[in-house]
């Protein structure tokens, strides 16, 4: 089975920059299409970027086009999310996700981490 951790989050001030970071396990990022996806305190988990298997591709929810970045190191198997210009709204916990084609929906992806929380101070 695919195992996610998801890293790097944390408290930052409103403008700040955080780097998530997710371990994949085996080579999962050669294989499957990786994904970062968000939930807010009572709200339902929304998706944030993806990036195809073979990293040619990368996708953004419009909210943060242009400031986050997603990226994948496959011989480490392992995704990042760059995420600049942070937000109050970008509040939330983030996860990792693995499936097998670049789709913006929860359903679309099999395998999931843990998450990790990104708080950002107004």
């Known amino acids: 089975q695919v195992q996610l951790v998801e890293s790097g989050g944390g408290l930052v001030q409103a403008g700040g920059s955080l780097r998530l970071s997710c371990a994949a396990s085996?080579?999962?990022?050669?294989?499957?299409?990786m994904g970062w996806f968000r939930q807010a305190p009572g709200k339902e988990r929304e998706f944030v970027a993806v990036i195809t298997w073979s990293g040619g591709s990368t996708y953004y929810s419009d909210s943060v086009e242009g400031r986050f970045t997603i990226s994948r190191d496959a011989a480490k198997n392992t995704v990042h999310l760059q995420m600049n210009s942070l937000k109050p709204e970008d509040t939330a916990v983030y996860y990792c996700a693995a499936g097998p084609r670049p789709v913006r929906t929860v359903v679309g992806y099999e395998f999931w981490g843990q998450g990790t929380q990104v708080t950002v101070s107004s």
């Open positions: 085996r080579r999962t990022l050669s294989i499957y299409a």
